[in-house]
């Protein structure tokens, strides 16, 4: 299985932009789709964006479209989630996922490899 870690989460506030990254271990990488995940206080984990192992196809959750981006670098073993239009109600815990060989699923069960989350709070 693959490692997995995240940073770049922090404090900002409405409107602002952060950059989530998510570092692989492993000679593997670009066999496993990639998935980012957040969970907000009392409530349950929830799809964010999911990339392909090929960099090619993407999926975003209806309320992230058009605000935050995934990408991956598959020679350097990293996804990334740029989040821009940030709003209070996009603060949770956001982790990255990784699923072997799958499509770009929204379904927690289907990933296989979680890192241990970075925490993003987004002030009014």
């Known amino acids: 299985q693959v490692q997995l870690v995240e940073s770049g989460g922090g404090l900002v506030q409405a409107g602002g932009s952060l950059r989530l990254s998510c570092a692989a271990s492993?000679?593997?990488?670009?066999?496993?789709?990639m998935g980012w995940f957040r969970q907000a206080p009392g409530k349950e984990r929830e799809f964010v964006a999911a990339?392909?192992?090929?960099?090619?196809?993407?999926h975003s959750a209806d309320s992230v479209l058009g605000r935050f981006t995934i990408s991956r670098d598959n020679a350097n073993n990293r996804v990334y989630l740029q989040m821009n239009s940030l709003k209070p109600e996009d603060t949770a815990v956001y982790y990255c996922?990784?699923?072997?060989?799958?499509?770009?699923?929204?379904?927690?069960?289907?990933?296989?490899?979680w890192g241990q989350g970075t925490q993003v709070t987004v002030s009014s």
């Open positions: 996922a990784a699923n072997l060989w799958g499509s770009t699923s929204e379904t927690i069960g289907d990933y296989n490899s």
């Open positions: 492993g000679r593997t990488f670009s066999s496993y789709t």
């Open positions: 990339i392909s192992w090929s960099g090619g196809s993407t």
